[in-house]
Protein backbone atom coordinates (compact mmCIF):
# COMPACT_ATOMS: atom_id res chain seq x y z
CA UNK A 1 0.00 0.00 0.00
CA UNK A 2 2.80 2.18 0.46
CA UNK A 3 3.57 2.47 -3.23
CA UNK A 4 -0.30 3.03 -3.76
CA UNK A 5 -0.38 5.93 -1.07
CA UNK A 6 2.57 7.29 -3.09
CA UNK A 7 0.86 7.48 -6.50
CA UNK A 8 -1.94 8.87 -5.03
CA UNK A 9 0.23 12.24 -3.27
CA UNK A 10 1.74 12.53 -6.67
CA UNK A 11 -1.67 12.98 -8.21
CA UNK A 12 -2.55 15.38 -5.97
CA UNK A 13 -0.21 17.18 -6.31
CA UNK A 14 -0.63 17.25 -10.04
CA UNK A 15 -3.83 18.59 -9.57
CA UNK A 16 -3.43 21.34 -6.98
CA UNK A 17 -1.07 22.98 -9.77
CA UNK A 18 -2.90 22.71 -12.46
CA UNK A 19 -6.68 23.20 -11.11
CA UNK A 20 -7.89 20.17 -12.43
CA UNK A 21 -11.66 18.84 -11.85
CA UNK A 22 -12.23 15.16 -10.85
CA UNK A 23 -14.79 13.22 -12.12
CA UNK A 24 -15.05 9.95 -10.41
CA UNK A 25 -17.21 7.20 -12.05
CA UNK A 26 -20.08 6.40 -9.32
CA UNK A 27 -21.76 3.42 -10.51
CA UNK A 28 -19.87 0.21 -9.89
CA UNK A 29 -18.93 -1.14 -13.52
CA UNK A 30 -17.44 -4.43 -14.32
CA UNK A 31 -13.69 -3.83 -14.65
CA UNK A 32 -12.81 -5.77 -17.76
CA UNK A 33 -16.37 -3.62 -19.45
CA UNK A 34 -14.13 -0.71 -18.25
CA UNK A 35 -10.80 -1.88 -19.92
CA UNK A 36 -13.29 -3.22 -23.17
CA UNK A 37 -14.59 0.62 -23.57
CA UNK A 38 -11.59 2.46 -23.17
CA UNK A 39 -9.31 -0.12 -25.68
CA UNK A 40 -12.05 0.36 -28.34
CA UNK A 41 -11.86 4.02 -27.53
CA UNK A 42 -7.93 4.06 -28.01
CA UNK A 43 -8.47 2.10 -31.38
CA UNK A 44 -11.39 3.84 -33.03
CA UNK A 45 -9.57 7.49 -32.25
CA UNK A 46 -5.93 5.92 -33.54
CA UNK A 47 -7.08 6.17 -37.23
CA UNK A 48 -7.99 10.23 -37.97
CA UNK A 49 -9.62 9.66 -41.47
CA UNK A 50 -11.94 6.38 -40.31
CA UNK A 51 -12.98 7.62 -36.65
CA UNK A 52 -14.18 11.30 -38.65
CA UNK A 53 -16.33 8.55 -40.98
CA UNK A 54 -18.24 7.26 -37.74
CA UNK A 55 -18.77 10.87 -36.03
CA UNK A 56 -20.54 11.66 -39.31
CA UNK A 57 -22.70 8.17 -39.77
CA UNK A 58 -23.19 7.99 -36.22
CA UNK A 59 -24.14 11.69 -35.41
CA UNK A 60 -26.31 11.31 -38.60
CA UNK A 61 -28.26 8.26 -37.37
CA UNK A 62 -28.00 8.79 -33.62
CA UNK A 63 -31.80 7.21 -33.39
CA UNK A 64 -30.13 3.81 -34.49
CA UNK A 65 -29.36 3.43 -30.72
CA UNK A 66 -33.01 2.85 -29.70
CA UNK A 67 -33.28 0.32 -32.73
CA UNK A 68 -33.55 -2.81 -31.28
CA UNK A 69 -32.30 -4.20 -34.77
CA UNK A 70 -28.98 -2.91 -34.30
CA UNK A 71 -26.44 -5.20 -32.93
CA UNK A 72 -24.89 -4.98 -29.85
CA UNK A 73 -21.46 -4.16 -31.21
CA UNK A 74 -22.35 -1.63 -32.98
CA UNK A 75 -24.18 0.21 -30.74
CA UNK A 76 -21.19 -0.34 -28.67
CA UNK A 77 -18.71 1.59 -31.01
CA UNK A 78 -21.98 3.89 -31.43
CA UNK A 79 -21.88 4.84 -27.92
CA UNK A 80 -18.25 5.25 -27.55
CA UNK A 81 -18.00 7.61 -30.88
CA UNK A 82 -20.52 9.77 -29.82
CA UNK A 83 -18.81 10.09 -26.30
CA UNK A 84 -16.00 11.36 -27.63
CA UNK A 85 -18.25 14.23 -29.19
CA UNK A 86 -19.23 18.33 -27.41
CA UNK A 87 -22.78 18.13 -28.29
CA UNK A 88 -25.31 18.33 -25.43
CA UNK A 89 -27.85 17.03 -27.99
CA UNK A 90 -25.69 14.15 -27.99
CA UNK A 91 -24.77 13.86 -24.33
CA UNK A 92 -28.83 14.00 -23.58
CA UNK A 93 -29.31 11.10 -26.51
CA UNK A 94 -26.82 8.91 -24.43
CA UNK A 95 -28.49 10.16 -21.08
CA UNK A 96 -31.97 8.34 -22.17
CA UNK A 97 -30.17 5.11 -23.22
CA UNK A 98 -28.85 5.01 -20.26
CA UNK A 99 -31.51 5.10 -18.08
CA UNK A 100 -32.88 1.92 -20.31
CA UNK A 101 -32.61 -1.58 -19.16
CA UNK A 102 -30.66 -3.07 -21.55
CA UNK A 103 -27.22 -5.26 -21.72
CA UNK A 104 -25.56 -2.21 -22.45
CA UNK A 105 -26.22 -0.10 -19.85
CA UNK A 106 -22.87 -0.23 -18.06
CA UNK A 107 -21.50 0.59 -21.37
CA UNK A 108 -24.01 3.58 -21.84
CA UNK A 109 -23.04 4.88 -18.37
CA UNK A 110 -19.31 4.54 -19.32
CA UNK A 111 -19.94 6.54 -22.05
CA UNK A 112 -22.33 9.19 -21.05
CA UNK A 113 -19.42 9.79 -18.07
CA UNK A 114 -17.25 10.18 -20.75
CA UNK A 115 -19.55 12.63 -22.49
CA UNK A 116 -20.46 14.87 -19.73
CA UNK A 117 -16.56 15.13 -18.97
CA UNK A 118 -15.70 16.32 -22.55
CA UNK A 119 -18.84 18.67 -22.45
CA UNK A 120 -17.71 20.71 -18.84
CA UNK A 121 -14.06 20.95 -19.60
CA UNK A 122 -14.86 23.06 -22.58
CA UNK A 123 -17.19 24.99 -21.07
CA UNK A 124 -14.82 25.33 -18.01
CA UNK A 125 -11.76 25.98 -20.13
CA UNK A 126 -10.48 23.54 -17.85
CA UNK A 127 -8.84 20.05 -17.71
CA UNK A 128 -10.94 17.23 -16.35
CA UNK A 129 -10.01 14.30 -15.15
CA UNK A 130 -11.70 10.88 -15.41
CA UNK A 131 -11.46 8.20 -12.58
CA UNK A 132 -13.18 5.05 -12.79
CA UNK A 133 -12.65 1.84 -10.62
CA UNK A 134 -14.67 -1.28 -10.36
CA UNK A 135 -16.49 0.08 -7.48
CA UNK A 136 -16.99 3.45 -8.46
CA UNK A 137 -17.49 6.27 -5.55
CA UNK A 138 -19.12 9.44 -4.80
CA UNK A 139 -17.75 12.92 -5.37
CA UNK A 140 -14.02 12.73 -4.46
CA UNK A 141 -14.76 9.50 -2.63
CA UNK A 142 -13.77 6.08 -3.87
CA UNK A 143 -15.59 2.80 -3.12
CA UNK A 144 -13.48 -0.19 -1.64
CA UNK A 145 -14.14 -3.49 -0.07
CA UNK A 146 -12.59 -4.49 2.85
CA UNK A 147 -12.07 -7.79 4.72
CA UNK A 148 -11.05 -7.61 8.41
CA UNK A 149 -10.04 -11.49 9.36
CA UNK A 150 -10.36 -13.18 12.53
CA UNK A 151 -7.84 -14.47 14.65
CA UNK A 152 -9.89 -17.01 15.63
CA UNK A 153 -10.75 -18.34 11.67
CA UNK A 154 -13.55 -20.68 12.89
CA UNK A 155 -15.82 -18.81 14.88
CA UNK A 156 -17.65 -15.45 14.45
CA UNK A 157 -17.00 -12.11 16.28
CA UNK A 158 -19.12 -11.73 19.25
CA UNK A 159 -21.76 -9.47 19.37
CA UNK A 160 -19.46 -6.95 21.87
CA UNK A 161 -16.96 -7.49 19.08
CA UNK A 162 -19.09 -6.88 16.32
CA UNK A 163 -19.93 -3.37 17.99
CA UNK A 164 -15.93 -2.42 18.71
CA UNK A 165 -15.54 -3.06 14.78
CA UNK A 166 -18.57 -1.67 13.45
CA UNK A 167 -17.74 2.13 16.11
CA UNK A 168 -13.90 2.06 15.32
CA UNK A 169 -14.53 2.13 11.64
CA UNK A 170 -16.72 5.30 11.80
CA UNK A 171 -14.70 6.16 14.41
CA UNK A 172 -11.62 6.30 11.59
CA UNK A 173 -13.50 7.68 8.67
CA UNK A 174 -15.18 10.64 10.53
CA UNK A 175 -12.80 13.23 10.27
CA UNK A 176 -11.84 12.21 6.63
CA UNK A 177 -16.00 12.79 5.79
CA UNK A 178 -15.77 8.91 4.81
CA UNK A 179 -18.47 6.70 5.04
CA UNK A 180 -19.50 3.23 6.21
CA UNK A 181 -21.95 1.89 4.08
CA UNK A 182 -21.91 -1.81 4.61
CA UNK A 183 -21.09 -4.07 6.83
CA UNK A 184 -21.49 -7.96 7.22
CA UNK A 185 -19.70 -10.63 9.67
CA UNK A 186 -19.05 -13.86 8.87
CA UNK A 187 -17.67 -16.95 10.25
CA UNK A 188 -13.36 -15.98 10.32
CA UNK A 189 -14.11 -11.97 8.59
CA UNK A 190 -16.08 -9.32 8.55
CA UNK A 191 -16.73 -7.43 5.07
CA UNK A 192 -17.15 -3.75 4.97
CA UNK A 193 -18.09 -1.67 2.07
CA UNK A 194 -16.48 2.37 2.65
CA UNK A 195 -16.25 5.49 0.67
CA UNK A 196 -12.61 7.28 1.05
CA UNK A 197 -11.35 10.28 0.19
CA UNK A 198 -8.92 9.75 -2.69
CA UNK A 199 -5.61 11.17 -0.73
CA UNK A 200 -6.26 9.01 2.53
CA UNK A 201 -3.84 6.81 2.87
CA UNK A 202 -4.93 3.14 3.29
CA UNK A 203 -2.31 1.80 5.04
CA UNK A 204 -2.74 4.50 8.00
CA UNK A 205 -6.40 4.19 8.04
CA UNK A 206 -7.08 0.74 8.08
CA UNK A 207 -4.38 -0.52 10.19
CA UNK A 208 -5.32 1.71 12.55
CA UNK A 209 -8.66 0.53 13.08
CA UNK A 210 -7.21 -2.69 13.47
CA UNK A 211 -5.10 -1.39 16.29
CA UNK A 212 -8.04 0.30 17.85
CA UNK A 213 -10.29 -3.01 17.77
CA UNK A 214 -7.14 -5.03 19.07
CA UNK A 215 -6.87 -2.99 22.12
CA UNK A 216 -9.95 -4.54 23.44
CA UNK A 217 -8.91 -8.15 22.97
CA UNK A 218 -6.36 -8.25 20.11
CA UNK A 219 -9.20 -10.02 18.50
CA UNK A 220 -8.56 -9.01 14.54
CA UNK A 221 -5.64 -10.15 12.67
CA UNK A 222 -3.00 -7.70 11.28
CA UNK A 223 -3.53 -9.00 7.59
CA UNK A 224 -6.64 -7.86 5.63
CA UNK A 225 -7.90 -7.73 2.16
CA UNK A 226 -8.85 -4.38 0.36
CA UNK A 227 -9.62 -3.81 -3.27
CA UNK A 228 -11.70 -1.18 -5.31
CA UNK A 229 -12.01 -3.65 -7.85
CA UNK A 230 -14.99 -5.57 -7.30
CA UNK A 231 -17.06 -7.00 -4.46
CA UNK A 232 -15.84 -10.26 -2.94
CA UNK A 233 -18.14 -12.89 -2.80
CA UNK A 234 -17.42 -15.38 0.20
CA UNK A 235 -16.06 -18.21 -2.03
CA UNK A 236 -13.56 -15.74 -3.56
CA UNK A 237 -12.63 -15.03 -0.28
CA UNK A 238 -12.07 -18.29 0.80
CA UNK A 239 -9.93 -18.77 -1.63
CA UNK A 240 -7.69 -15.88 -1.49
CA UNK A 241 -7.17 -17.22 2.82
CA UNK A 242 -6.53 -20.77 1.24
CA UNK A 243 -4.02 -19.44 -1.21
CA UNK A 244 -2.28 -16.86 1.53
Not at 171 to 200: C, D, R
Not at 206 to 220: A, K, P, Q, R
Request: charge should be negative.
Amino acid sequence: MDKNTEQWNEINELLSKNGAHLNVLEEEIDIEIQREYFNLAHSITEKPRKFKQLCKKYTENINQLFDENIPEKQKKEMLTVLATLDDISIYRAIENFSKQDSPLKSWATVALQQSRMLIQSNLLEDPEIFISTGLGGRGNLLRYFCVFLNRQKENSLEEFQQKIVRNETEAALSPLKGELEQIHFSTGYSTFTVLIPLNADLKILFSGIVEECNLYGNFLHENMIITNVKKLSDEEIQSLLKKK
